[in-house]
């Protein structure tokens, strides 16, 4: 089985089940993903997200090693990942007193 992938797609890490797109690719494009051939339905964007593997509804979406997400819906390899099938997993480490607000004042 090949896992050839498609040099304009960035693995960052070896665990990562996403793939950074590094150069603009345009609907009805094929890329190589892990040996597969996929026929993109829509443009993505440099800095978007490929699924590098098919990816379970609920399961946790890996970049850089860490959880970005969950998946909201099955994707398939290859598929383009960005809020409309990934609900964020950020959770803020700051609070605000009632009435603070991040206006910065001189």
Do not use: F, W
């Not at 960005?82 to 991040?102: F, I, M, W």
């Amino acid at each position: 089985m090949s896992t050839e992938t498609d040099r304009r797609l960035l693995l960052i890490g070896p665990q990562d089940n996403c793939l950074i797109v590094c150069a603009p690719l345009a609907a009805g494009e094929s890329v190589l993903v892990e040996g597969v051939p996929v026929t993109l339905p829509q443009a993505v964007a440099i800095g978007h997200k490929l699924a590098r593997t098919a990816i379970a509804t609920g399961q946790k979406v890996l970049r850089y090693g860490a959880i970005i997400g969950s998946a909201t819906q099955p994707i398939a390899q290859g598929e383009h990942i960005h809020t409309h099938n990934l609900a964020s997993d950020y959770l803020p480490t700051y609070t605000l007193e009632e009435g603070q607000s991040y206006v910065h004042q001189h």
